[in-house]
T-cell receptor, first 116, second 117 residues
Framework: GAVVSQHPSRVICKSGTSVKIECRSL??????MFWYRQFPKKSLMLMAT?????????EQGVEKDKFLINHASLTLSTLTVTSAHPEDSSFYIC????????????FGPGTRLTVL | AQTVTQSQPEMSVQEAETVTLSCTYDTSESNYYLFWYKQPPSRQMILVIR??????QNATENRFSVNFQKAAKSFSLKISDSQLGDTAMYFCAFMSAGGTSYGKLTFGQGTILTVHP
């Protein structure tokens, strides 16, 4: 149980285009979803927290107009990287929380974004 | 704000041996949760073990155990009988038990562990 999927697993796009990444909780309803960014051999940096039906809360330094987050249902959150540039190339990971014991987060497998 | 520090960028161990990964954290809160996550080459984050700060007893999960020293703000992970499949990047993480940061994980820098045959 508690499986989280992400789609796509890899995406390559041209500079200036927008890319959407989906995060789904497959067998549970997630009260909260989180989006992280990870550079090679580096730590996970929290970008934003989203709750179903409300606006995402962004961490300091994260451009909300650049990284659009939509949490349309209890099982789906999307991250759209708008007008992508090469510096946006990274590994993006989502996680979902049941909101129960220890508010444990279950992680998706990640999406590698490469902007040419 | 909380900070988590892992001072060992890389560690290596022989198969079947024991290794300890270090983690220290800084917080003014009295109640919180601590976690160790494993990220193998597949990059899927896997929960290894968790500790509730109000519990004095150290958590144990099979070959994985922690040494939680609350006063020293230290949370080390011991891996016994190391296996090749333990090769991964390990992250120590902190979560507040309440307040505006409840539910958010703060990760350390990570330690790359390599298990040699």
């Amino acid at each position: 149980g508690a499986v989280v999927s992400q789609h796509p697993s890899r995406v390559i796009c041209k500079s200036g285009t927008s890319v959407k990444i989906e995060c789904r909780s497959l067998d549970f309803q997630a009260t909260t979803m989180f989006w992280y960014r990870q550079f090679p051999k580096k730590s996970l940096m929290l970008m934003a927290t989203s709750n179903e039906g409300s606006k995402a809360t962004y961490e300091q330094g994260v451009e909300k107009d650049k990284f659009l987050i939509n949490h349309a249902s209890l099982t789906l959150s999307t991250l759209t990287v708008t007008s992508a540039h090469p510096e946006d190339s990274s590994f993006y990971i989502c996680s979902a929380s049941l909101g129960t014991y220890l508010n444990e987060q279950f992680f998706g497998p990640g999406t590698r974004l490469t902007v040419l | 704000a909380q900070t988590v520090t892992q001072s060992q960028p890389e560690m290596s161990v022989q198969e079947a041996e024991t290794v300890t990964l270090s983690c220290t954290y800084d917080t003014s809160e009295s109640n919180y949760y601590l976690f160790w996550y494993k990220q193998p080459p597949s990059r899927q984050m896997i929960l290894v073990i968790r500790q509730e700060a109000y519990k004095q007893q150290n958590a144990t999960e099979n070959r994985f155990s922690v040494n939680f020293q609350k006063a020293a703000k230290s949370f080390s992970l011991k891996i016994s009988d190391s296996q090749l499949g333990d090769t991964a990047m390990y992250f120590c993480a902190f979560m507040s038990a309440g307040g505006t940061s409840y539910g958010k994980l703060t990760f350390g820098q990570g330690t790359i562990l390599t298990v040699h045959p």
